[in-house]
């Protein structure tokens, strides 16, 4: 068997144990003598295992009894018309910009109403996260977006935006679960599952009830309304099955770990190996403003297209994979999720101190 470290920001790494025990599973699940992915999702075994996602899930990230947690399908890309359609009552929501991803949520958003973007990044290539203590929140704003780690550009907030009692919600996609989460201090928080929880094909949303509501937008088809995923436990139809399964795997193999403080303990100490390299460095560097770095998104360049080229092709060589930068940004990217070993950050490290030397 052939495993590389691979640094992709998704669909990306995932932990070996679950791996082995989905393939262990495979053929017969627990004796039923079929697969999960041939199983019904209205059969008992099914349903114990949607529920006991949900409820390790539930436990990781300390949900309080008034949110509820929704499977949905359509990815991200969906998010950014659902929550509009289900959140913009008044027409009006403003939209704080640090990166693609809050970029596109913002062009959804004005095909519903009145987005309004506060504040942005975009100056400086979204290199790092604007000042969000003082916004010019609108007073009719139904919410305030933001996306709260830049994936692309590799920033995070580390302190929320003082929405001055406006509904927060967040995009957490590229770092779910890779650290404890208060999510009373938002209206609505959701991820795409493929960075950083499971395989492609879900996003998972936890929403406030007081903000479910039959009063969505005129013409908001049922498949894209939130109640439509509370009232029906995330099953008014087939939901991703096998993505879910694997989803509830990883939650277990979080608890086993220790939970997410735990976690967030190994994220921090395998981002400083890689940062403190950075820091030192003569040919790599990293591309944002120190305070806003991301733990799980570590951009970097050596100034010189030809030798990023050199380095990406070497390091695939020698197993270190998908260390490309997005195709936006150029340079690298090491994406470093919560299945990342350590031992990955540090045989990366090693490889670029090789590197140096050898091309200096
Ligand atoms: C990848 C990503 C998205 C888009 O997800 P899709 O499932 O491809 O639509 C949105 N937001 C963030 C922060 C992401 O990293």
């Known amino acids: 068997m052939h495993r590389v470290y691979n640094f992709s920001a998704g669909p990306a790494v995932l932990p070996e144990e679950v791996l082995k025990e989905a393939a262990e599973e495979m053929l017969d699940y627990r004796g039923t003598g079929m697969s999960v992915m041939e199983m019904s999702h209205r059969s008992k075994m099914y349903q114990q295992i949607i529920d006991e996602a949900e409820a390790d899930f539930r436990e990781l990230l300390n949900i309080p009894e008034n949110y509820k947690v929704m499977w949905m ?22 939209y704080i910009v640090t990166g693609q991803w809050g970029k596109k949520a913002f062009q959804e958003g004005k095909l519903y109403g009145n987005a309004v973007k506060i504040a942005s990044s975009e100056d400086k290539t979204f290199t790092y996260i604007p ?136 994220n921090v100490e395998k981002a400083a190996i890689l940062y403190d390299f950075l820091d030192q460095s003569q040919m790599f560097h990293g591309t944002v403003v120190k305070k806003d770095r991301s733990l799980m998104n570590v951009p970097f360049v050596t100034g010189n297209p030809e030798l990023d080229a050199k380095f990406i092709a070497e390091a695939k ?44």
Not at 73 to 94: E, I
Not at 255 to 261: I, Q, S, Y
Request: charged content about 20%; overall charge neutral.
């Open 317 to 360: 060589a020698a197993g270190l994979e998908n260390l490309k930068g997005h195709r936006i940004v150029g340079g690298m990217r090491a994406s470093i999720y919560n299945a990342m070993p350590k031992a990955g950050v540090q045989a990366l490290v090693d490889f670029m101190e090789k590197f140096e030397k050898e091309n200096k």
């Open 131 to 266: 000042d969000c203590s003082d916004l010019p929140i609108d007073e009719d704003a139904d919410y305030v977006y933001i996306c709260e780690n830049n994936t692309i550009y590799g920033t995070k907030f580390w302190e929320l935006p003082n929405t001055k009692g406006k509904p927060l919600v967040s995009d957490v996609s590229s770092c779910f679960l890779s650290e404890p989460m208060d999510v009373t201090k938002y209206a609505y928080v959701w991820g795409g599952v493929q960075k950083n929880i499971g395989p492609a094909g879900c996003a998972i949303g936890i929403i406030n009830e007081d903000f479910l509501t039959d009063d969505v937008l005129p013409g908001t088809p049922t498949m894209m309304r939130f109640k439509t995923y509370t009232e029906n436990g995330s099953m008014y139809n087939t939901p991703p099955c096998y993505t879910i399964y694997i989803c509830g795997k990883v939650f277990k193999w979080l608890k086993a770990m220790g939970g997410l403080k735990e976690m967030q303990r190994r």
């Open 73 to 94: 399908q359509g990815g991200g890309n969906l998010q950014f018309a659902m929550v509009p359609m289900n959140l913009m009552k008044n027409r009006v929501a403003d």
